[in-house]
T-cell receptor
Framework: ETGVTQSPTHLIKTRGQQVTLRCSSQSGHNTVSWYQQALGQGPQFIFQYYREEENGRGNFPPRFSGLQFPNYSSELNVNALELDDSALYLC????????????FGSGTRLTVV | TQLLEQSPQFLSIQEGENLTVYCNSSSVFSSLQWYRQEPGEGPVLLVTVVTGGEVKKLKRLTFQFGDARKDSSLHITAAQTGDTGLYLCAGRGSTLGRLYFGRGTQLTVWP
């Protein structure tokens, strides 16, 4: 059973650019959530996808968007990058939307300069 | 403003000591989870507690969910160096699947 895989592991972007982060969910999991973890903070919920539709969104602006594909993999897109977007972006998958347990990937470390 | 407050923020102890980490909120959660995160890695689920007053044991780790489902504690007996890491509590809110995380407790266990 494979876990959650995220790519790339590290990324450096310039302010104003756009970025796409990718996540392959654990085998059999159909729900994917994205979290942002700034240094010294706990993860903050960005949004969740269930069966290819956004199902719940945190307090993040519209320039944060996502997709879920038929194979349940997912992408997080961030437009017009700002310095404060520098963080560890975590993807978590679960079996069904009410899943009591979440499997997190190792994250993508994004640095905006 | 954090929905979940964890204390202490940092904890540094010797191997063999006992410790307790607290997770408090004014909100009620349908369930609460504890995770451990190591540098450069994602959080790893340790336990999920669902029922008010529930106590779960995982080897030397004991987790308790408050009767009102607003708070939780993690107690580690005879800490080992391998217990070092960031311990995060997370409550599940009204939006299905959404987790509210605390800031975490950074535990360092010295030999």
């Amino acid at each position: 059973e494979t876990g959650v895989t995220q790519s790339p592991t590290h990324l450096i972007k310039t302010r104003g650019q756009q970025v796409t982060l990718r996540c392959s969910s654990q085998s059999g999991h159909n729900t994917v959530s994205w979290y942002q973890q700034a240094l010294g903070q706990g993860p903050q919920f960005i949004f969740q996808y269930y069966r290819e539709e956004e199902n719940g969104r945190g307090n993040f602006p519209p320039r944060f968007s996502g997709l879920q594909f038929p194979n349940y993999s997912s992408e997080l897109n961030v437009n017009a990058l700002e310095l404060d977007d520098s963080a560890l972006y975590l993807c978590a998958s679960s079996l069904e939307i009410e899943g009591l347990g979440y499997t997190f990937g190792s994250g993508t470390r994004l640095t905006v300069v | 403003t954090q929905l979940l407050e964890q204390s202490p923020q940092f904890l540094s102890i010797q191997e063999g000591e006992n410790l307790t980490v607290y997770c408090n909120s004014s909100s009620v959660f349908s369930s609460l989870q504890w995770y451990r995160q190591e540098p450069g890695e994602g959080p790893v689920l340790l336990v999920t507690v669902v029922t008010g007053g529930e106590v779960k044991k995982l080897k030397r780790l004991t987790f308790q969910f408050g009767d009102a489902r607003k708070d939780s504690s993690l107690h580690i007996t005879a800490a080992q160096t391998g217990d070092t890491g960031l311990y995060l509590c997370a409550g599940r809110g009204s939006t299905l699947g959404r987790l509210y995380f605390g800031r975490g407790t950074q535990l360092t266990v010295w030999p």
